[in-house]
């Protein structure tokens, strides 16, 4: 018999409960085996490590770490790694699936993985958070590998944390071996293009959405942009590159709206200096809220799941959402929103840039033959145009929204894979 999945909830809110949500909503539209659907809210694998970490007093401090594999039927398991005080295990596993659903969808022969630890970064000194980064890649040794799981950076983690993931696996085997993680340092096996990838992903997934709005001007256009990290930075200097004007952006800190466009280089020099968007003097201080809520046309969620809500949905002014983050929209939101006629891009569609980018890094140290930057952005823009298109015909023909129409696409794609390759035993 088969039994529903009831997974532990441990937050207020459950963003694995999110991602089964829509994976109901998604299936409705699927031929699939009901057994089959069951296996895939199942997690493959699920681990748990703790760990001790000496802080620069001497002292020892443990930390929790998980790495989940959501599904690897596609190819080796693919995610990134977060350090925030606001890993769970259920953020973990939400966050795992929709790796899945994203590799499928861009059509990229990898699972879905995520690992985090807890831990807010800013508390550790470099060395700290160099030592709790070997400690945890070595724990995590039993179950990653070139060929099984590769993980990447994610929110609190960056090319120097990947540098020391990759240094310790390479020390424990006794010979360099870079395909272990994705987004490297360019100098130790990483790829021209992967740490823009992500936000440049998000604004050319942005321009084919306008057209298909019908949308041409970039100049008109008006981004609000939440989170000014890796995703959110990268998105605002590729919109700006196009042309486009972004009247708001904000930080864990604080946020800043201009009416008439703020002046991104300025901000830039701003951010590198003070490492925040908040007191930047060219325009006026806002919420993250009111980021949300602002004045503009096209909204980027780039920072946390869970910001788009019943509460705010009705209250947003942008009328397309392009999703940086992963799950910042809630199902409830998600229907206020297509009521309101507001398109959505979903996260699996807008934010695979990242995992698109990591794929050609892993091919590239696999074969060890580097490609240069030109062949990385065409090949990404193909991906991701096709991507697009495909969702949209999925959409129309199932008269659908757009992120149940990615997750149609997704979730056929593993289902087939599955049942071509039958049941063990
Ligand atoms: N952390 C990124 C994501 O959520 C990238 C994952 C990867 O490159 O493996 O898509």
Request: proline residues 5%; negative net charge; charged residues 25%.
């Amino acid at each position: 018999m088969v039994v529903a999945f009831k997974p532990e909830i441990d937050h207020d809110s459950s963003p694995y409960q999110t991602a089964l949500a829509q994976f109901d909503r998604a299936i409705r539209y699927l031929k699939i085996d009901d057994g089959v659907a069951d296996f895939l809210r199942y997690p493959r694998r699920e681990f748990t490590v703790n760990f001790p970490v000496r802080r620069d007093d001497g002292s020892i401090e443990m930390f929790t770490g998980y790495r989940v594999h959501h599904n690897t039927v596609l190819g080796p398991s693919k995610g990134g790694i977060r350090y925030s005080l606001a890993v769970t295990m259920d953020e973990i596993r939400a966050l795992a699936m929709w790796m899945t659903w994203k590799c499928s969808l861009v059509n990229i022969p990898f699972g879905g993985a995520k690992g985090g630890v807890v831990v807010d970064p800013k508390t550790l000194s470099p060395r700290e958070l160099e030592n709790l980064t070997r400690r945890y890649a070595a724990e995590l040794i039993p179950i990653i590998d070139p060929h099984t799981d590769i993980p990447a950076p994610d929110l609190g983690t960056n090319p120097q944390i990947m540098a020391w993931f990759m240094d310790t696996y390479s020390m424990n085997k006794g010979y360099s071996v870079p395909a272990i993680v994705t987004g490297k340092p360019i100098n130790i096996g990483g790829s021209l293009g992967r740490n823009q990838a992500t936000g440049r992903g998000v604004i050319t997934v942005m321009m084919e959405a306008l057209r298909y709005m019908g949308r041409k001007d970039a100049e008109s256009t008006r981004l609000a942009i939440q989170g000014f990290g890796n995703v959110g930075s990268n998105a605002a200097l590729a919109a700006h590159e196009n042309g486009f004007k972004i009247v708001a952006v904000s930080d864990v800190y604080g946020g800043v709206y201009n009416a008439n466009g703020l002046d991104i280089e300025a901000l830039m020099a701003y951010v590198a200096e003070t490492g925040t968007v908040d007191g930047f003097p060219g325009g006026e201080a806002c919420t993250n809220d009111e980021v949300l809520t602002s004045d503009c046309d096209v909204l980027i969620p780039a920072a946390l799941e869970d910001q788009i809500t019943a509460r705010n949905a009705g209250r947003i002014k942008a009328e397309l959402i392009v999703e940086g983050a992963n799950g910042p929209t809630t199902p409830e939101a998600d229907d206020i929103l297509r009521d309101r006629g507001v398109l959505l891009v979903p996260d699996i569609l807008a934010n695979a840039g990242g995992v698109i980018v990591s794929y050609f890094e892993w091919v590239q140290d696999l074969q060890s033959f580097f490609w240069d930057e030109d062949e990385i952005y065409r090949q990404l823009e193909r991906i991701l145009t096709r991507s697009f298109e495909a969702t949209v015909m999925t959409a129309e023909k199932h008269k659908t929204d757009l992120r149940t129409a990615a997750q149609v696409l997704a979730i056929q794609r593993v289902a087939d894979a599955l049942t071509t390759r039958g049941f063990y035993p």
